[in-house]
C-alpha cells in the first residue's frame, strides 16, 4: 500500500525580507553546531513570514545543526499565531553525495521507536511486513523518529477519511484496517522492518551504540541507476553509442563562403567520390551569382601514402583523352615530347579528364599575361603558339607523347581502361622519397610515433 496519496501540503510559509524586529541573528561561532538540548547559545533563527493559509504574518524558525556521525542539515518550522497553522520540514546542508544510501532497520524493542530518522525530500520508506510504502518525493524532509515517520503517515492516510467514507465507504474501511496495522506497530508486538532508501545519500537513522556496530541496523551504499539521476535532476551518464557511419557519398554538402574574386556570399558544394580502384576524395566547386566566377578545387581523402607515385602513359588514341585523372596539389605533369613540365601546386588539386588538364595546361601556358599585348616578344609568341599547335595535335590523336604525373604524396590517379588488367600504355611506379621531396611535404618535422614519450621531458 502507498502513502502517496496522502501526502502533507507543501509549506505556506514565504519568508520575507527581515527586519531588525522580526528577525533575531545567531551566536556568533560555528554555523553548524551539533544537535543538543543543552546548548543555549544554539537559537534559531526566526523570519517574519507570510502565511499562505489566511494571508497573514507569521514566523518561520531556521535551525543549522549537526546531527552526530551524520552531517549538517537545516531545520525550519513555521507557525502562524492568526490561524493556528505550522509546518515543519529539513533540508540537507550538503551536496548531493556521490553513493545513494540504503538504512534497513529491523524494529525488535520499544526504545527502537525513538531513534531519531532524517528522511529527505528524495527518499523512499518501506515497510514490507505490510506491504506499505511512501514513495519518494511525496512528503516533505522531516527529522524525526521511527515512532514520529509512522505517525506522520497515519495522519497523512486519516487525512481524507471523512471524503472517502461519504463518496467510497469500501475503500474507506480498507484504510481505517490498514491504520490500525500502523497505530500497533508503535507497540512493537512483533519485530518489523523499516527501510528507509534515499539516492542523494542525504538520510539517516540513528545508531544509539555509535562508534561501535548496531547489529539492528544495516547501512548499504550504492551506485544510483540513470533513472535515479534523472529524478535528482543530475546529468546521467548516457551509455556510449556506436555513431552510424552517415553515407556521403549520395549527398552534397553545401556551406556558406566569400568568393575569391568580388567577395560577394557565395555557397560552396562539397561532395565524397570513390574513385575505382583508387581512394575517396573530396570535390569542392564554387559558383558566384554576382560576378560569375567558378572555381572547383580537389582534396585528397586520405592521407599521404608511405611510397611516392610516378605515372607514365603513352598517348596513342583520342580514347586516350577520355581517361579519368585525379591531380593533387602535391604532383608535377611532365610531357617530354614538349619539353613542358608543370610544377607542384600549379593549378591545385584537379579532377577531370586527360583531355580537360591538357586544356588547362594549354590555356595557363597561351593566356599569360606577361606574354601578350605590344611588349610581347614576337619570338616567345611564336614558340607559345607552336606549343598551343601541338598540344591541339596530342588532343586529336595526330601526334604521340607521353604524359607523366609524379605525386610525391601518392594521391594522385590515372584511369586504367583495361581494370583490373594492366594497361599495356601506362606504368605505374612507386619509390622512395627523397629528403628534399619529404621537406616539401613538411614530413621531416612531422613525427608519429612515441611523440608522447618524447615530448614528456619538454613539458
Request: hydrophobic share 30%; with cysteine.
Amino acid at each position: 500500500m502507498s502513502a502517496s496519496g496522502a501526502v502533507e501540503p507543501g509549506p505556506p510559509g514565504v519568508a520575507v525580507s527581515p527586519s531588525p524586529t522580526s528577525a533575531r541573528a545567531p551566536v556568533p561561532g560555528r554555523l553548524f553546531r551539533p544537535i543538543s538540548a543543552e546548548d543555549e547559545e544554539q537559537q534559531p533563527t526566526e523570519i517574519e513570514s507570510l502565511c499562505m493559509n489566511c494571508y497573514r504574518n507569521g514566523t518561520t524558525r531556521l535551525l543549522l545543526t549537526k546531527i552526530p556521525f551524520f552531517r549538517e542539515i537545516i531545520v525550519s518550522s513555521f507557525s502562524c499565531e492568526h490561524c493556528g497553522w505550522n509546518n515543519t520540514e529539513i533540508q540537507s546542508a550538503g551536496r548531493i553525495q556521490d553513493q545513494g544510501v540504503r538504512y534497513t532497520l529491523t524494529v525488535r524493542a520499544p526504545e527502537d521507536m525513538n531513534r531519531e530518522v532524517v528522511k529527505t525530500d528524495s527518499a523512499t520508506t518501506r515497510i514490507p511486513e505490510l506491504d506499505f510504502e511512501i514513495p519518494a518525493f511525496s512528503q516533505k524532509g522531516v527529522l524525526t523518529t521511527v515512532e514520529g515517520l509512522i505517525s506522520r503517515a497515519v495522519s497523512g492516510l486519516e487525512q481524507d477519511q471523512p471524503t472517502r467514507r461519504t463518496n467510497e465507504e469500501a475503500i474507506a474501511e480498507r484504510i481505517d484496517e490498514f491504520i490500525v496495522k500502523l497505530k500497533e506497530l508503535k507497540h512493537v508486538a512483533s519485530p518489523f522492518t523499516l527501510i528507509i532508501d534515499d539516492p542523494s545519500g542525504n538520510s539517516f537513522v540513528e545508531n544509539p551504540y555509535a562508534p561501535q556496530k548496531d547489529d539492528a541496523l544495516v547501512i548499504t551504499h550504492y551506485n544510483r541507476t540513470p533513472q535515479q539521476e534523472e529524478m535528482l535532476g543530475l546529468q546521467a551518464e548516457a551509455p556510449e553509442e556506436k555513431p552510424e557511419e552517415e553515407d556521403l557519398r549520395n549527398e552534397v554538402l553545401q556551406f556558406n563562403t566569400n568568393c575569391p574574386e568580388c567577395n560577394a556570399p557565395a555557397q560552396t558544394n562539397m561532395k565524397l567520390v570513390q574513385i575505382p580502384h583508387f581512394k575517396e576524395v573530396i570535390i569542392m566547386a564554387t559558383n558566384c551569382e554576382y560576378c560569375g566566377h567558378r572555381t572547383n578545387e580537389v582534396k585528397s581523402g586520405g592521407a599521404v601514402e608511405p611510397l611516392g607515385t610516378r605515372i607514365s602513359l603513352h598517348i596513342t588514341d583520342p580514347s586516350d583523352m577520355t581517361r579519368d585523372l585525379l591531380k593533387s596539389e602535391t604532383c608535377s605533369v611532365e610531357i617530354p615530347e614538349l619539353e613542358f613540365e608543370l610544377g607542384m601546386a600549379v593549378l591545385g588539386g584537379k579532377f577531370t579528364t586527360l583531355e580537360g588538364l591538357l586544356k588547362d595546361v594549354r590555356e595557363l601556358v597561351t593566356k599569360n599575361p606577361f606574354t601578350l599585348g605590344d611588349s610581347s616578344n614576337p619570338g616567345q609568341m611564336n614558340k607559345l603558339q607552336e606549343f598551343s599547335q601541338r598540344v591541339d595535335q596530342i588532343i586529336e590523336g595526330k601526334m604521340k607523347a607521353h604524359f607523366i604525373m609524379n605525386d610525391p604524396a601518392g594521391n594522385s590517379y590515372l584511369q586504367n581502361v583495361y581494370a583490373p588488367e594492366d594497361d599495356p600504355e601506362m606504368k605505374v611506379e612507386y619509390y622512395e622519397r627523397t629528403f628534399e621531396q619529404n621537406e616539401e611535404l613538411g614530413l621531416n618535422d612531422m613525427r608519429t610515433e612515441d611523440y608522447a614519450t618524447s615530448m614528456a621531458p619538454q613539458r
